[in-house]
């Protein structure tokens, strides 16, 4: 059985930065499509950026241009670089990661941007 756990949430005001890490509880020989994904108070969860095994990265809209999504396939790890954080952005963040055509995901890291 894989865990992913997230960590780097926190408080931030907006226009600020935070790093977020998801990590794979052990080493993974080969992880397809890695993500993180959103969900806001009274809201569904919505995807916020993925990454393939390539390389390759799909962003929402609404993060375009402010996050960055990276990978580390040596260390089984995805990252979120947040930048110009805004209060829209408060949520719990979730990682999600296709192993061997199974989706696992981590139990979340919140993030809050107060105005």
Do not use: F, I, P
């Given at each position: 059985q894989v865990q992913l756990?997230?960590?780097g949430g926190g408080l931030v005001q907006a226009g600020g930065s935070l790093r977020l890490s998801c990590a794979?509880?052990?080493t993974i020989f080969r992880i397809?499509?890695?993500?993180w994904y959103r969900q806001a108070p009274g809201k569904q969860r919505e995807l916020v950026a993925t990454i393939n095994n390539g390389g390759g990265t799909k962003y929402a809209d609404s993060v375009k241009g402010r996050f960055t999504i990276s990978r580390d396939n040596a260390k089984?790890?995805?990252?979120?670089?947040?930048?110009?954080l805004k209060p829209e952005d408060t949520a719990v963040y979730y990682c999600n990661a296709n192993i061997l055509g199974v989706y696992y995901w981590g139990k979340g890291t919140l993030v809050t941007v107060s105005s």
């Open positions: 756990v997230e960590s794979a509880s052990r397809n499509d890695m993500g089984s790890t995805v990252y979120l670089q947040m930048n110009s």
